[in-house]
Antibody
Framework: QVQLQQSGAELARPGASVKMSCKAS????????MHWVKQRPGQGLDWIGY????????NYNQKFKDKATLTADKSSSTAYMQLSSLTSEDSAVYYC???????????WGQGTSVTVSS | DVVMTQTPLSLPVSLGDQASISCRSSQSLVHSNGNTYLHWYLQKPGQSPKLLIYKISKRFSGVPDRFSGSGSGTDFTLKINRVEAEDLGVYFCSQSTHVPPTFGGGTKLEIK
């Protein structure tokens, strides 16, 4: 069965960076694009960007182009997202999800909570 | 960016009732390939969003036929017949026709 297993919660200081992972199983990793979505507490959903693990192509939402860095490792079927220069605005749950563009994001990981606090 | 506007914000229902949620986009969601990429998700408390309906009216794998989607262009509706306790949570509409993909603000389905 399709699974996207995300890494655990992160607590980080302002100005620091965090890197989270999303391990895919149950499907061919290189057939899909891997997307990341941000959700602040009690808020809606904000698309960060995606990576095509097959080609390496990356597309960022302009809002996050200086914040997020997406990578992927085909050998381990794992997608990664690094968030840099953290502020309190980055405290949120981050989801990875898969998609065959332009169709729906069909399966989602369980989310990685990031808390930025001094 | 395409703005997705959902109404109502909150929808109190009794179990067994029908529920209806509206979603309006700031521009047409008809793709150049002729498809309309409007989708619906349900997020239960403490969980990730789950896909219910894709491309306006197609039910995702395992989704009960109590859920139905309709609409075209910029106006779309999700209907839930005979609401059950497991249906409670926040519903989001989303478009992936245009880049970036965007989501509605959510409608909370709760017990009256």
């Amino acid at each position: 069965q399709v699974q996207l297993q995300q890494s655990g919660a992160e607590l980080a200081r302002p100005g620091a960076s965090v890197k989270m992972s999303c391990k895919a199983s149950g499907f061919t990793f290189t057939t899909y694009t891997m997307h990341w979505v941000k959700q602040r507490p009690g808020q809606g959903l904000d698309w960060i960007g995606y990576i095509n693990p097959s080609s390496g192509f990356i597309n960022y939402n302009q809002k996050f182009k200086d914040k997020a860095t997406l990578t992927a490792d085909k050998s381990s079927s794992t997608a990664y997202m690094q968030l840099s220069s953290l502020t309190s605005e980055d405290s949120a749950v981050y989801y990875c999800t898969r998609r065959i563009n332009p169709d729906a994001m069909d399966y989602w990981g369980q989310g990685t909570s990031v808390t930025v606090s001094s | 960016d395409v703005v997705m506007t959902q109404t109502p914000l909150s929808l109190p229902v009794s179990l067994g009732d029908q529920a209806s949620i509206s979603c309006r986009s700031s521009q047409s969601l008809v793709h150049s390939n002729g498809n309309t990429y409007l989708h619906w998700y349900l997020q239960k408390p403490g969980q990730s969003p789950k896909l219910l309906i894709y491309k306006i009216s197609k039910r995702f794998s395992g989704v009960p036929d109590r859920f139905s989607g309709s609409g075209s262009g910029t106006d779309f509706t999700l209907k839930i017949n005979r609401v059950e306790a497991e249906d409670l949570g926040v519903y989001f509409c989303s478009q992936s026709t245009h880049v970036p993909p965007t989501f509605g603000g959510g409608t909370k389905l709760e017990i009256k």
